[in-house]
Each structure stands twice: as structure tokens, then as C-alpha cells.
């Protein structure tokens, strides 16, 4: 843990890795932007009053374009990460093989690359298990928000353990057979959730948070070939 982040912080300045970042922000973004459209496109001409009482307060085009772009800003606080570690699945080929070119040019050699589709569908499994790790946590945040800093330990406990196990499987699934792959996921749990912590952690810094993803998943990568699988 301690080798891997000064490693991965280096990486992030190697212009592939820039490139992908730049890529993969401009797809989070653009989910976002479509999920306001979605939003205003739902809302607008839609009346709330009368869902509760028989009177009418039928939303316009402008009201419906401010209550889309606050559920907008509200969407990108709660669901970013999850939205942001999806995406970065999605281009995890590239950024991995990246990282291996540079340091491990051996086993970049022998890597067998995910594809776009294997990508993507990893890209939504992460994305989904992470939401529901926190759907499922909601009820101890609420009861924790109590102690003052209870719920943020526990945000940060619950994303750092599901974002550590999807950032090891992207590097995974590139080497190996599928019996030394689940032998390495279970022998380094306590490291990858301490990277998924790390990552977590930077996720609660506005603007830094841009860097988490890819952050990640270099640091997994790192600890992939510092730990390698047993023969």
C-alpha cells in the first residue's frame, strides 16, 4: 500500500493515462447532462399538487429546467462515484495496460485484454453492486448522522470495501486462470480495501474527486504485480 500510491500518483502525469481521464470525465459528464434532460423532460407540464390534493400546480418549462438541474447537482453528489467507477471500467483496458507498458512490460505482454463489451458489462456490474452497497447502508447513515462523524466513517468503510474488490477484479481478469484470480482477490482483501478507502476518501474532495477513479484503478494495478498471484 505504502509503494503503490506514490507509484500511481507518478502515473497519473503519463499522457495515455491523461487522455483516458480527460475521455472518461467527458462520459460521466455527459450521463449526467442526459439524466437532466431526462429529468426536465419528466417534469415539465407534470402537477405534484395534484398527486397529494385536488388542487393544481402544473410545472412550466422553466421550473421544470431548475428542478432538473438541482436533481442534476443532487444526482452528481450521491451517485458520482458510482457513475464515475463505472465508467472507468469501461476504459479499465487502457488504463491498466497503460500502467503494465510502464513498469511490468512483461506481463503487459501476455495480458489478455477485456474487450469493450466485457469492459462495459463490468463497468455496470461495479456501478450497480456499489449503489447497492450504499441503498443498503442508507438506514445506518441516517442513524449515525447522531455521533456527527458515525455516518461519513461508515460511508467511507462501506464504498472502500466494494470499490477495493471491483478496482482488483479489473486488473484481474487480464491475467490468469480464474482459480488464481479468486485465490489473489481473497488473499489481498485488507490491501484493496484499503485503496478502495483511499480512493473513497478522495471521492469527498470537490475537484481532487475528478482524479479518484483512475487513481484507483493504477494503485490496483500496482498492487496486482507487487503481489502477484502464487504459482
Known amino acids: 500500500m505504502l509503494?503503490?500510491?506514490?507509484?500511481?500518483?507518478?502515473?497519473?502525469?503519463?499522457?495515455?493515462?491523461?487522455?483516458?481521464?480527460?475521455?472518461?470525465?467527458?462520459?460521466?459528464?455527459?450521463?449526467?447532462v442526459l439524466l437532466g434532460l431526462v429529468a426536465a423532460w419528466a417534469l415539465n407540464g407534470s402537477d405534484p399538487c395534484g398527486w397529494f390534493s385536488g388542487e393544481t400546480c402544473e410545472i412550466g418549462l422553466s421550473a421544470s429546467g431548475l428542478g432538473a438541474m438541482l436533481l442534476t447537482v443532487l444526482a452528481i453528489w450521491l451517485l458520482f462515484p458510482s457513475v464515475?467507477?463505472?465508467?472507468?471500467?469501461?476504459?479499465?483496458?487502457?488504463?491498466?495496460?497503460?500502467?503494465?507498458?510502464?513498469?511490468?512490460?512483461?506481463a503487459a505482454a501476455t495480458a489478455r485484454p477485456m474487450g469493450l463489451i466485457s469492459g462495459a458489462a463490468l463497468g455496470l456490474r461495479s456501478a450497480a453492486r456499489l449503489l447497492l452497497y450504499n441503498l443498503i447502508a442508507v438506514p445506518f447513515y441516517v442513524m449515525l448522522l447522531v455521533t456527527g462523524v458515525g455516518t461519513i466513517i461508515l460511508f467511507v468503510l462501506v464504498n472502500g470495501v466494494a470499490i477495493g474488490r471491483d478496482l482488483g477484479e479489473m486488473?484481474?481478469?487480464?491475467h490468469g486462470d480464474p482459480a488464481s484470480r479468486r485465490a489473489w482477490l481473497r488473499g489481498t482483501r485488507q490491501d484493496r480495501a484499503a485503496i478502495g478507502i483511499v480512493v473513497t476518501a478522495v471521492f469527498m474532495v470537490p475537484f481532487v474527486n475528478l482524479l479518484a477513479p483512475i487513481l484507483g484503478a493504477t494503485m490496483a494495478t500496482h498492487l496486482y504485480h507487487d503481489r502477484p498471484p502464487a504459482d
Open 3 to 32: 509503494r503503490v500510491l506514490p507509484l500511481a500518483l507518478t502515473d497519473l502525469a503519463e499522457p495515455r493515462l491523461f487522455s483516458v481521464l480527460v475521455r472518461s470525465l467527458l462520459v460521466t459528464l455527459l450521463i449526467f
Open 171 to 174: 486488473v484481474a481478469l487480464r
Open 84 to 106: 464515475a467507477l463505472g465508467v472507468i471500467a469501461a476504459y479499465s483496458d487502457r488504463i491498466i495496460a497503460a500502467v503494465e507498458s510502464i513498469h511490468y512490460p512483461e
